[in-house]
């Protein structure tokens, strides 16, 4: 397992852009997919973005064309870049990690996952 912490939430008005970045250790981080989930309140989690190892990308339809998801692996962190953000978009944002290369829309196919950080957009 990896431990993650994610950081760049905050308040923002519709329209506007926020990018969160999520800190993983480890040697293997490179291996590993890694995931964007969200939950706002009286919601279940649900799929944002996840990237493969090699840069694969997969986006939920209703953040495609909006978000971005992009890893560093030199420095074991992968971003969410946001805009165009929506009221709707409110949630606690939670970076997710699993080994090997499949892009999985459930959180429960993920090992790790961070504290969380809040996104408030404001209409």
């Known amino acids: 397992q990896v431990q993650l912490v994610e950081s760049g939430g905050g308040l923002v008005q519709a329209g506007g852009s926020l990018r969160l970045s999520c800190a993983a250790s480890g040697r293997t981080f490179s291996r590993y997919a890694m995931g964007w989930f969200r939950q706002g309140p009286g919601k279940e989690r649900e799929f944002a973005a996840a990237?493969?190892?090699?840069?694969?990308?997969y986006y939920a339809d209703s953040v495609k064309g909006r978000f971005t998801i992009s890893r560093d692996n030199a420095k074991n962190t992968v971003y969410l870049q946001m805009n165009s953000l929506k009221p709707e978009d409110t949630a606690v944002y939670y970076c997710e990690a699993r080994s090997g290369s499949y892009l999985s829309k459930s959180p429960y196919d993920y090992d790790s996952w961070g504290q969380g950080t809040q996104v408030t957009v404001s209409s």
């Open positions: 990237i493969s190892w090699s840069d694969s990308t």
